[in-house]
Every structure is written in structure tokens, then in C-alpha cells.
């Protein structure tokens, strides 16, 4: 059974970064793809970015050119660099791991971008 922890949320002002980890426990990190989801107050979750077992990345239209995914599978860690954050970035940001069927969540961390 996988365990997926986030850490790094926080409060920070329009135009600024952050950087987002999950780090996995319990099973085995490499085989699972890894995604990025949040969800905004009054709002669907929704996907932010993926990272394939192979490393290849996909993100949503509005965070293309801001956000980065990787992936360390030595530390079985996932990270999110968040830059250019924009008060629409505020949410509750949850990592993801998925492998056929299997479907792990964390806990989530927040993010809220406010002057």
C-alpha cells in the first residue's frame, strides 16, 4: 500500500515560486506514474501535471511555462516547482500515484497566493 506525503505549501505573494514535494512509501515508487492534482475552494479537482514512470511530463494549459514535475526514483520523492504564481494558483495541492487500476492520494498541502 503506498503512502504519499506533500509537503511545502504556504502563503506567498503574486509572481513568486514555490516548490512542492511528495515523497511515497510502501511500494514501489518507479513502477507508478505521478501526478499533480489540485483543488480551489467551491471548485472540481483538477489535473496539474503528470510524469510517466519513463519520465516524460504533461501539464495543464495554465501552468505550461510555470510549473515543473520531476521525479527522483532513487528518494522516491516527486517535486512541483511552482513559478509565477498567480492568485488563481490558490488550492489545495494533492499528489497522485496511479498503476493500472491502483490509485494512491495524499493528504494534500496548501498553497495560497495573496498579497
Known amino acids: 500500500q503506498a503512502q504519499l506525503v506533500e509537503s511545502g505549501g504556504g502563503l506567498v505573494q503574486p509572481g513568486g515560486s514555490l516548490k512542492l514535494s511528495c515523497a511515497a512509501s510502501?511500494?514501489?515508487?518507479?513502477?507508478?506514474?505521478m501526478r499533480w492534482f489540485r483543488q480551489a475552494p467551491g471548485k472540481q479537482r483538477e489535473l496539474v501535471a503528470t510524469?510517466?514512470?519513463?519520465?516524460?511530463?504533461d501539464y495543464a494549459d495554465f501552468v505550461k511555462g510555470r510549473f515543473t514535475i520531476s521525479r527522483d526514483n532513487a528518494k522516491n520523492t516527486m517535486a512541483l516547482q511552482m513559478n509565477s504564481l498567480k492568485p488563481d494558483d490558490t488550492a489545495v495541492y494533492y499528489c497522485?500515484?496511479?498503476?493500472?487500476?491502483?490509485?494512491?492520494w495524499g493528504q494534500g498541502t496548501q498553497v495560497t497566493v495573496s498579497s
Open positions: 510524469i510517466t514512470t519513463s519520465g516524460m511530463t
Open positions: 510502501g511500494s514501489i515508487f518507479r513502477l507508478y506514474a
Open positions: 497522485n500515484a496511479v498503476r493500472g487500476t491502483l490509485i494512491h
